[in-house]
């Protein structure tokens, strides 16, 4: 895939609270937060700093190889902070950038025998459709003449979800089901990105959920969704390989995004998990700030060091 020009340098911070009343012990935490590295995303530094410090931090890659950090604790404290730091640069694709097969540019197609065993897992429907619900709304996006081109009704879906439906953030966790989605015609970034991927996969697509997050390339280029971490889909297009597809704001492409987590499903890409044991309610809030910031492209020769992070956990529910 041929990628923008453009290649800016960005630095994230991520910073997650957990405050309590009384002081709690700790569990075991697992942490996504460090972006994937790859040839559209270069990390030039990483940090994440835990508060309190853990007793051990050790790094793993999950099945799909996500970078995972593993803390454990032997301290208790009132709060738990996780202040992820780190510099990157960006070189994103987008729409003009998609190159698909000859074979795969008309709808409907059939992956090839090599990639289908290891694409199947991405194909399955994840939630229950008895009414077969989702399947007709993804249907509107065919062309009933037998002619539709795939890149065009994929990015039509796109766009259909940012233009039809209502954003609506919601901080706290869950995701609702994407025939609640599609009834309520509203949701949050998570929301929209299961919807849209229970749709592609209901015309037989691999698609995958991606976890991390979005900045605005320009002042003209303005996206939805900052100050948290994001969601969108990526699906398998012969030719390009995965491809990104931003229901929220209606884009294709990974202009503007920065993967961290890649998912079959929502729940094997949350961002922070891990639990906590002290007196009902304890617990008293939890709060999240993210920033990035967009620098002059103008260090195309500094050297990529890859700094392993250091790390910060959170809470899940009470354990009595």
Avoid at 4 to 15: D, R
Avoid at 55 to 73: E, I, K, M, P, Y
Wanted: hydrophobic share 35%; charged share 25%.
């Amino acid at each position: 895939m041929r990628h923008g020009s453009l290649m800016p340098f960005l630095t994230l911070s991520h910073v997650t609270t957990y405050s309590y009343r009384n002081p709690v012990s700790f569990g075991e935490h697992r942490i996504m937060v460090r972006p994937r590295e790859s040839h559209d995303q270069r990390l030039i530094s990483a940090e994440l700093t835990i508060t309190p410090e853990p007793a051990q931090v050790r790094w793993l890659h999950d099945v799909l190889g996500n970078s995972v950090a593993v803390a454990t604790f032997d301290r208790r404290a009132k709060d738990l902070v996780f202040d992820s730091r780190v510099r990157l640069e960006h070189s994103p694709a987008d729409l003009e950038s998609v190159h698909i097969e000859d074979y795969a540019r008309l709808y409907p197609f059939t992956y090839s025998s090599e990639d289908m065993p290891d694409l199947l897992r991405s194909i399955e429907r994840q939630h229950h459709d008895p009414l077969r619900e989702i399947d007709r709304w993804a249907r509107r996006f065919v062309d009933v003449s037998g002619q539709t081109d795939t890149l065009a009704m994929l990015s039509s879906m796109t766009a259909a979800i940012r233009r039809e439906f209502t954003y609506v953030p919601r901080p706290e966790k869950g995701t609702q089901s994407p025939i609640e989605t599609l009834a309520k015609r509203k949701g949050t970034c998570r929301d929209y990105a299961m919807l849209m991927i229970e749709a592609v996969r209901a015309l037989g697509f691999a698609a995958r959920f991606v976890s991390g997050y979005v900045y605005s390339p320009t002042k003209r280029d303005q996206r939805t969704g900052g100050g948290n971490t994001h969601a969108w889909v990526r699906v398998y297009l012969p030719g390009s390989g995965w491809v990104e597809f931003d229901p929220t704001n209606g884009i294709v492409g990974s202009r503007g995004l920065i993967r961290v987590a890649i998912a079959r499903d929502i729940y094997q890409a949350v961002p922070v998990s891990g639990t906590w044991a002290g007196f009902p309610g304890s617990f008293e809030d939890m709060t999240v700030s993210v920033d990035v910031t967009v620098d002059e492209p103008a260090e195309t020769n500094a050297q990529i060091s890859n700094t392993q992070p250091s790390v910060a956990p959170p809470p899940r529910k009470v354990k009595a």
